[in-house]
């Protein structure tokens, strides 16, 4: 079966009529399709699919026996979405890395060691919003017990969702014997910004991560009636939040980093009256950890400046946080040549997005191929891959696979 075929098959789940976008939330009937999804993919090609004890999927290409145990190569990426996401954000790495298995095994390749197919749950955050969290509790980054607290928007805690699911949250942790039999894992994903359609290529190579995370700011005020509070009565929470979101873009630009307020609650949320607390969620990102500090105690000093000025209450907490990542860079050389190899010239870029691979390069060597994306636009339904260059990127994989898992 080649890519496109493949594609098509997945590409309804979980996608929303209305929007045109996916909401493929962990655990829920759309991700649980998902994993369906996996499973066959595994079995129509004989891998050998496993989920490990934080709800990742692995799919294993198993190499004959030979003597002493050879670390694996494993590709992959996410099925989970944010709301509203594109259709490339995770899954392409997945499809594409069963595809560059059917290459490989069209033209004859026998490996010499395992090559797994990774889908690392909730990566997103989308449900529970801590990113990375499968390949997190893989490594042992998060806490098992913090994580099965986790909550959802409707209160149901990811050891619910889990169990919910047929799976058993008492498991959740580090997975020492898993990580130890991994040698190397390559993460194809669609890029999520226009470097490389300004490069003309179709397909680039990771050479890092910023370092990014998210605060949450809670501007707590009083709820009043809209109609009949004096405006120098008022203790509205609304105000120092508009401040903040206007001082967050100047900070970031300042620094030549990013800053989001993409989340906000207002409560009670009626139209009529003055908000008694306001929520926001900040992403901020930069090019290194001195420039993203720079953002983020810039706009929570112009948080706290603006709450006083409006009789405001206002808490900042981080709520994650990943340093910056620098991929190995003797596994980069070995993707550019294998890549110059078959006749393909990959660009090196650096990325303000979050990936399981950025969280696994703390413990293992680590890379990732990125795939044009033409308007470089991502996290909407908007986001788009050329076929032509996906094929490219399934080319891509396989050459990296067969070189890595090769003799
Ligand atoms: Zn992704």
Redesign the pocket.
């Known amino acids: 079966m080649g890519f496109a075929e493949l594609w098509a098959s997945l590409l309804p789940v979980g996608r929303d009529a209305a929007t045109g976008g996916y909401r493929r939330y962990s655990f829920t009937a759309a991700d649980l399709a998902c994993r369906a999804w996996f499973r066959e993919a595994a079995a129509q090609r004989g891998l050998r699919e496993v989920c490990d004890r934080n709800g990742n999927m692995w799919a294993w290409w198993d190499a004959p026996a030979v003597a002493g145990a050879s670390p694996a190569v494993v590709t992959g990426?996410?099925l989970d979405s944010v709301p509203d996401g594109g259709a490339y954000?995770?899954p392409l790495?997945i499809v594409s890395a069963f595809a560059a298995i059917d290459e490989l095994r069209a033209r004859g390749f026998a490996p010499a060691r395992p090559v797994g197919v990774a889908a690392f749950c909730e990566?997103?955050g989308g449900r529970f919003g801590l990113a990375c969290l499968g390949s997190r509790l893989l490594t042992g980054a998060v806490d098992p017990a913090a994580a099965r607290d986790l909550t959802d928007g409707d209160g149901v805690t990811l050891a619910e969702a889990m169990a919910g699911a047929g799976l058993d949250p008492a498991a959740l942790g580090a997975d020492e014997e898993l990580l130890a039999g991994i040698g190397a894992f390559v993460e194809l994903?669609?890029e999520?910004g226009s470097g490389l359609s300004g490069l003309g290529a179709p397909v680039g190579v990771a050479e890092g991560i910023w370092p990014h995370g998210r605060w949450r700011l809670d501007f707590t005020g009083r709820a009043d009636h809209a109609g009949t509070t004096r405006l120098a009565d008022r203790r509205d929470p609304m105000l120092p939040y508009a401040a903040t979101v206007l001082e967050a873009r100047q900070a970031a630009s300042a620094h030549g980093g990013l800053a989001t307020f993409g989340k906000v609650v207002a409560e009670p949320g009626a139209a009529n009256a003055i908000s008694s607390a306001v929520r926001a969620w900040l992403d901020a990102r930069a090019p290194d950890q001195g420039a993203l500090d720079h953002v983020v105690s810039q706009v929570e000093a112009a948080a706290r400046r603006a709450a006083g000025a409006h009789g405001v209450e206002v808490s900042v907490r981080r709520e994650s946080f990943t340093p910056p990542v620098v991929f190995d860079p003797a596994l980069r050389g070995r993707l550019i040549s294998a890549l110059a190899a078959a006749g393909m010239a990959a660009p090196v870029l650096a990325t303000g997005?979050g990936?399981d691979a950025g969280v696994l390069a703390a413990r293992l060597p680590a890379a990732m191929l990125f795939v044009r994306n033409p308007a470089g636009v991502s996290h909407s339904p908007a986001e788009r891959a050329e076929p032509a260059d996906c094929e490219t990127g399934v080319a891509a994989l396989a050459a990296v696979i067969g070189e890595l898992a090769g003799r």
């Open positions: 990426s996410h954000d995770g790495g990566e997103e994903h669609v999520q997005a990936h």
